[in-house]
């Protein structure tokens, strides 16, 4: 069975930091394209990463430019979200995504994934 499994997330402080992870079981990152999103209750889903493992090369949105990266270990079929310096306003449920093949990921359209986390939260609160 192909799995994507996250861990990472939890209780922060404002200014704080947390590594979400994803793990691939079943198929491999290496050949895919990797997004980020995260919803919060009553909003709506926010693309905010994706890397393309072509070349990996890496995009955010303006939300979280300059305080997440996006990385992967191709050996250990994983992929990290590194996020600092977060906010109240990043508190949501957030998942890995992937899918086969290289094209613009910038967007919140989501047909295209085959592959998804199970979701974590984050809350940022003092």
């Known amino acids: 069975q192909s799995q994507f499994v996250e861990s990472g997330g939890g209780l922060v402080q404002p200014g704080g930091s947390l590594r979400f992870s994803c793990v691939a079981s079943?198929?491999?990152?290496?050949?895919?394209?990797i997004g980020w999103f995260r919803q919060a209750p009553g909003k709506e889903r926010e693309w905010i990463s994706c890397?393309?493992?072509?070349?990996?090369?890496?995009y955010y949105g303006v939300t979280v430019k300059g305080r997440f990266t996006i990385s992967r270990d191709n050996a250990k079929n994983t992929v990290y979200l590194q996020m600092s310096s977060l906010k109240p306003e990043d508190t949501a449920v957030y998942y890995c995504?992937?899918?086969?093949?290289?094209?613009?990921?910038?967007?919140?359209?989501?047909?295209?994934?085959?592959?998804w986390g199970q979701g974590t939260q984050v809350t940022v609160s003092s």
């Open positions: 995504a992937a899918y086969p093949g290289f094209s613009y990921c910038t967007t919140n359209v989501v047909a295209e994934y085959e592959y």
């Open positions: 079943g198929f491999t990152l290496d050949g895919d394209t």
């Open positions: 890397l393309i493992t072509y070349d990996d090369s890496t």
